[in-house]
């Protein structure tokens, strides 16, 4: 699993997070709250202090798949905020969240008057070019590769180790629908991988939970072996 870079809160210095939050009220929400709406057309900018947030989209057809998933410290809704075009996706809480919203008028000055807040940004971007490269790239691995590989982050962003040592259990409730949407495959598909490693005692699924026995055995798959 690839080390991650400083979530953009915590890229900043003291003084830079300061300078963002003075004005600003934390606001508090539960799980399932939608937070912003695909096709709103909003102004601001969050920056996700505690919790998780889903990223959503909905088709004209219905269909609606997550697309990824933002944890503590990461910046959210930059792109329609910086570009002030409606939002292409919504923000749904994971978990009990608390956000700051900052203006992107407000966000813009300090950027050009703070340079660590101008890096944090540049960053964030960077990082969310490569998510979506890889994304590309990866669609034509095997599915099982891929799920291997999305278990693992998950296991290291939110990983909770079982206090019997019996494994790490993700510590978000996802769905099979969910883990379809992020690796752009069927829900079908998902469901029968997972059948498999059930069966192996690799991994154990209840209803929007999930306990990662082997993750040697999920670093083998994910690496192609």
Request: charged share 25%; hydrophobic share 45%.
């Amino acid at each position: 699993m690839s080390r991650r870079p400083a979530p953009f809160w915590q890229a900043l210095e003291p003084a830079d997070r300061t300078a963002l939050a003075e004005g600003t009220a934390v606001v508090s929400l539960p799980a399932d709250r939608l937070l912003l709406a695909q096709g709103e057309d909003s102004d601001h900018l969050i920056v996700l202090l505690h919790g998780w947030i889903k990223i959503v989209a909905q088709s004209h057809a219905g269909y609606r798949a997550l697309l990824a998933l933002r944890g503590p410290g990461e910046l959210l809704g930059e792109q329609a905020a910086l570009e002030r075009r409606r939002r292409s996706a919504s923000l749904v809480t994971a978990t009990a969240v608390d956000v700051l919203q900052v203006r992107a008028a407000r966000f813009h000055s300090l950027a050009r008057s703070r340079p660590g807040i101008a890096a944090a940004l540049e960053q964030t971007l960077s990082q969310r070019l490569r998510e979506a490269d890889v994304q590309r790239t990866g669609i034509t691995e095997p599915v099982p590769a891929r799920l291997a590989a999305l278990l693992l982050d998950l296991v290291e962003r939110c990983g909770q180790p079982e206090p019997d040592g019996s494994g790490h259990r993700v510590g978000l409730a996802l769905t099979q629908d969910d883990l379809a949407g992020l690796l752009l495959t069927s829900r079908r598909t998902v469901s029968r991988v997972l059948e498999q490693w059930r069966a192996r005692g690799w991994v154990v699924t209840g209803r929007q939970s999930l306990l990662v026995r082997s993750v040697d055995r999920l670093k083998l798959l994910a690496a192609g072996e």
